[in-house]
Each structure stands twice: as structure tokens, then as C-alpha cells.
T-cell receptor, first 112, second 115 residues
């Protein structure tokens, strides 16, 4: 079945450092891919998405490119801020339905 | 719009008690889902609904019931609480539109402890 694997955390960075959180997936066909973010004490919210191969999703300085050849959707940000401290979830929605599969989440701590 | 609302925010139950977690959305979304979030396991789908009167099981349905009598409401019932159901529960909704990527809108969650 469909699955999502993302790098384990926690990831600890200093402010203005470069961020990469790896995400790979297994799915048949052409799934839609998402990154959701969960701030402390809150529900998840959509950060960015990509619906077809080579699409780049971007929002709030974060980017991720849908790479079908490597089945990856890595999240990147050039300069993180303390306010980016949160848990980040990679997710996919397979073809033929609306059910979404989530990765285990990666906790990011950014130090001032 | 209030978006997706959940009540209560916190709940403590004794083993064997029953309760209902409430979820409502005001965005006229057809799809709704219940997830549980446990450390290191991400979100796991409990039950979902593709419209009023239609529900189906997700990955971990045992011990939970749902119903969908209206588009807005999707309550989750715990029949006989067990310590293994200690978790954070999230409700989510998603629009059903042609060409939609079915991104989900989440409520703030209910933290449940079963002793």
C-alpha cells in the first residue's frame, strides 16, 4: 500500500541556518504530495502542496519539489527563524480517493 | 468562518466509560475524517465520511463509532474507553471539488487520557 517515510527528528538548528527535511514515498500512479505544519498546541495546517511531477510547492519561504524519478518531496528553507519551530508532516493522497497518508512527523527546534 | 471546531479540548475518562468527541465544520465540505496522533506514529485514520449518511473505516477503527447525519457534524464515539485510546484526536474536513487536491483542514484537537 501507499506509504510515506520522513527523516526522524528532532532537528535542531540555529537561526538563519538552511533546513532540509527528507521525505520519500511509495505509491502507485501519480499521488498528490503535501507538507503540513503543526505548531505547539494546535492542529495541523497545510504548508504547501504539489499535484504532479516536477511541480514546486512554496509558501512562507519553504519549498518542496515533486520528484517522481526519486519518489521524493524534500522540504527546504534557506534561512529558518525561531518561529519555524514546529512539527512538520509529509503526506500523500493517492489516486482514486481522498484518503491521506501521513509520515511520522519531524520536530524542528530553532535556537536564537 | 470558524473552520473546524472540536470539543472538548481535554478529557479524562476511566476505563470502561463512554463519551463522544464533537466535530463541526462550517465550510460545507463533503469529506470529513477522524485521526489519532500518537508519538512517533504520525496521524492514523480512524473513520471517514464522504458525505452525509456515508461513513467508512480507516486504519484503526476498533473501539470507535461514527455517524454523519448532517454535512456539518461528524461525532466520534468511544464505546468503552481503554488506556490504549489515550491520544490526541483530530478532526479534519476536505472539499470535494473538481480538480481539487483534497487538502485537509484540521481542528485544534482533543487530548484524551484514559486511566
Amino acid at each position: 500500500g501507499d506509504s510515506v517515510t520522513q527523516m526522524e527528528g528532532p532537528v535542531t538548528l540555529s537561526e538563519e541556518a538552511f533546513l532540509t527535511i527528507n521525505c520519500t514515498y511509495t505509491a502507485t500512479g501519480y499521488p498528490s504530495l503535501f507538507w503540513y505544519v503543526q505548531y505547539p498546541g494546535e492542529g495541523l495546517q497545510l504548508l504547501l502542496k504539489a499535484t504532479k511531477a516536477d511541480d514546486k510547492g512554496s509558501n512562507k519561504g519553504f519549498e518542496a519539489t515533486y520528484r517522481k524519478e526519486t519518489t521524493s518531496f524534500h522540504l527546504e528553507k534557506g534561512s529558518v527563524q525561531v518561529s519555524d519551530s514546529a512539527v512538520y508532516f509529509c503526506a500523500l493522497r493517492g489516486t482514486g480517493g481522498f484518503k491521506t497518508i501521513f509520515g511520522a512527523g519531524t520536530r524542528l527546534f530553532v535556537k536564537a | 468562518n470558524a473552520g473546524v471546531t472540536q470539543t472538548p479540548k481535554f478529557q479524562v475518562l476511566k476505563t470502561g466509560q463512554s463519551m463522544t468527541l464533537q466535530c463541526a465544520q462550517d465550510m460545507n465540505h463533503e469529506y470529513m475524517s477522524w485521526y489519532r496522533q500518537d508519538p512517533g506514529m504520525g496521524l492514523r485514520l480512524i473513520h471517514y465520511s464522504v458525505g452525509a449518511g456515508i461513513t467508512d473505516q480507516g486504519e484503526v477503527p476498533n473501539g470507535y463509532n461514527v455517524s454523519r447525519s448532517t454535512t456539518e457534524d461528524f461525532p466520534l464515539r468511544l464505546l468503552s474507553a481503554a488506556p490504549s485510546q489515550t491520544s490526541v484526536y483530530f478532526c479534519a474536513s476536505s472539499p470535494r471539488e473538481a480538480g481539487s487536491s483534497y487538502e485537509q483542514y484540521f481542528g485544534p484537537g482533543t487530548r484524551l487520557t484514559v486511566t
